[in-house]
């Protein structure tokens, strides 16, 4: 439901109620959608033509009378992964971006209002093949869609039918709501770790293991390779949970350039989105073979997240994006307000390494073949760098983090680039440890005091997290013995 309805509020609503101030035509087409009667998609990404989406082979002929024709020309033309399938029994419209043609011009691509099936099924021209269960999703239609010289009115166009003098600037405007994507599907992380924290905590409390004695042991969350990837979701989820208000702050801030609150959107994604899926999957495979299971949560969280990250745009493309854009000055991040905190100098660090190789070898074209191999790998890394920076910052001044609990963030970004700290920063991999250590420790009554929290537990359906639970979710699966399938209890 939640991707159904970040589809259709923030890329299908969002963008249609760009144009509706100079398109009152449009009132009628929203408050359906706003009502729901209609159920909005967004359908940029091709199968052959993911983030280079600017060079997409989809087409709207400019027809004598006025019209479009609308057009698949190839299969790798097709569209992914948007729902449009009849299954759901609803009526859908979608956002079509389609390289315009019009008296044997390219004008460039441009976004289109297609209605592409009612109640009852797809409209003629409209075909949708549909993809498999996505692994970590609930039951949405992803699907592959063709169009077969599908005829649209003139005012299904949104914007101008005449080519733009900067097609790339033109481009990214019709996208924009792709930008709010890559922030608001990223906080999305912050519940997750929390939630799935939650989950390997309580479990790790009720699992114990017994000694030599044969009496019952001790609980397993009391050995640090149990307590403490639980312990670092939260803290990273309390950090990353002020760095969000920051991060939206900045990017509905009218004074900053676009470009600028993208930048923040993708530093936010990047930094809270790896550490979740590190973190999770470290969360999961603490709970042994319990943590395989879908019914336990965690793992199909952690694959949620994925479908996130690649959605609005993946971490990759999105820093190398960032980071060459930077690089050539077409504008700057937010520069640090804790100038002198380690992640603050590490940030400076890798930059500046950068920079000053990049001018060393001479690379006057960031596009070159050397300059690739050299910058393109080393892209996340920066952007991440500058996301751990924000978010301590933003936790360091929200004032709602323990001090135990920002040391213990620090440390953890601290570890994820310990080379660059041991050469540049004067810390001996010794004094790191013990440090980590020390900070782990201190943080400890955090984690006891978050699980004690009964209320968080409201909604939360994992059967390992007591026994009770388990017991009740054994009780009723499919049993068999001697004489077949006796059922459940």
Not at 301 to 313: D, Q, S, Y
Not at 432 to 447: C, G, N, R
Request: proline share 4%; aromatic share 8%; hydrophobic share 40%.
């Amino acid at each position: 439901m939640g991707t159904a309805l970040t589809i259709h509020w923030n890329l299908c609503i969002g963008t249609i109620g760009a144009y509706a101030s100079r398109r009152p035509d449009l009132a009628p087409l929203l408050e359906k959608l706003l009502k729901f009667e209609l159920c909005g998609e967004f359908m940029l990404t091709e199968i052959g033509r993911g983030l280079d989406a600017r060079n997409l082979e989809t087409r709207a002929t400019l027809l004598p009378d006025g019209s479009f024709d609308l057009h698949t020309p190839t299969a790798s033309a097709a569209k992914a992964m948007p729902p449009t399938s009849p299954l759901a029994g609803v009526a859908r419209v979608g956002i079509v971006f389609a390289r315009l043609i019009a008296n044997g011009e390219d004008r460039g691509v441009k976004p289109f209002i297609v209605h592409l099936g009612d109640e009852k099924g797809l409209l003629p021209g409209v075909t949708s093949r549909l993809l498999p269960k996505r692994c970590g999703a609930k039951a949405l239609d992803h699907s592959i869609t063709s169009f077969h010289h599908m005829r649209l009115s003139f005012d299904s166009l949104l914007g101008s039918p005449d080519r733009a003098q900067d097609q790339r600037a033109d481009f990214f405007r019709q996208i924009h709501r792709v930008a709010i994507g890559t922030l608001s599907l990223s906080v999305v992380n912050i519940p997750v770790l929390q939630q799935s924290a939650l989950i390997a905590g309580a479990y790790s409390c009720r699992r114990h293991v017994t000694g030599d004695s044969g009496k019952r042991g001790i609980p397993i969350i009391q050995f640090p390779t149990q307590h403490r990837p639980v312990l670092d979701a939260i803290v990273q989820s309390w950090a990353y949970d002020a760095f969000a208000d920051e991060a939206i702050a900045l990017f509905c801030d009218p004074k900053l350039p676009m470009e600028v609150r993208h930048a923040v959107a993708v530093c936010f994604k990047t930094a809270v989105g790896t550490d979740a899926q590190i973190s999770i999957n470290e969360l999961a495979e603490r709970c042994g073979w319990q943590g395989l299971f879908e019914y336990n949560r965690i793992i199909e969280l952690g694959m949620t997240l994925r479908g996130n990250a690649i959605a609005e745009g993946d971490y990759t493309v999105l820093c190398i994006r960032l980071v060459s854009e930077v690089l050539l000055r077409r504008y700057e991040i937010p520069e640090a307000r804790m100038k002198t905190c380690l992640l603050a100098r590490h940030e400076t660090g890798v930059w500046q390494e950068v920079r000053q190789m990049m001018e060393s070898l001479g690379y006057q074209d960031y596009r070159s073949e050397e300059a690739n191999a050299y910058l393109l790998p080393r892209c996340r890394d920066l952007v991440k760098a500058t996301g751990h920076r924000m978010a301590y910052e933003a936790a360091a001044t929200s004032g709602r983090l323990a001090a135990e609990a920002l040391r213990l963030f620090e440390s953890s970004c601290i570890k994820t680039d310990l080379s660059w700290y041991c050469q540049s920063a004067g810390l001996s991999r010794s004094e790191f440890f013990a440090d980590d250590t020390k900070a782990a420790k201190e943080a400890l009554p955090l984690l006891h005091a978050f699980l004690s929290r009964d209320e968080q537990r409201t909604g939360i359906l994992a059967p390992i997290m007591d026994e009770t639970s388990w017991d009740d979710f054994v009780r009723n699966l499919p049993a068999f013995k001697d004489v077949g399938l006796v059922g459940s209890s």
